[in-house]
């Protein structure tokens, strides 16, 4: 059984890095395979596709957050990280890591087929 767990802060400062760290266990080197990404949910509003990491290491990024953006993976410990710089308020949301089996732009969550519980980010001085 595939399981993903977000950790990370719940409380982030305006103009701080985000980051988030997910760790997938219970699975097998195909999991490897999935596209690893994040996306969030702010508060009353659906959900929006941040990014992900491909097998390779390739990383796509949503346009609109692109230039904050970084994610990273390191398979050898089943984890996949995110970082979000100089964030506001409107970066307030819970963001979700996700094993997608066919990549590519925008939210799909057909192709969603592992999602961790989420995890609440706020962001406040």
């Known amino acids: 059984q595939v399981q993903l767990q977000e950790s990370g802060p719940g409380l982030v400062k305006p103009s701080q890095t985000l980051s988030l760290t997910c760790t997938v266990s219970?699975?097998?080197?195909?999991?490897?395979?999935?596209?690893w990404s994040w996306i969030r949910q702010p508060p009353g509003k659906g959900l929006e596709w941040i990014g992900y990491?491909?097998?390779?290491?390739?990383?796509y990024y949503s346009p609109s957050l692109k230039s904050r953006t970084s994610i990273s993976r390191d398979t050898s410990k089943n984890q996949f990280t995110l970082q979000l710089s100089s964030v506001t308020p409107e970066d307030t949301a819970v963001y979700y890591c996700?094993?997608?089996?066919?990549?590519?732009?925008?939210?799909?969550?057909?192709?969603?087929?592992?999602w961790g519980q989420g995890t609440q980010v706020t962001v406040s001085s």
């Open positions: 990491s491909d097998y390779s290491g390739n990383t």
């Open positions: 996700v094993l997608d089996g066919v990549g590519g732009v925008g939210v799909r969550e057909e192709s969603y087929d592992y």
């Open positions: 219970g699975g097998s080197a195909t999991t490897n395979y999935y596209y």
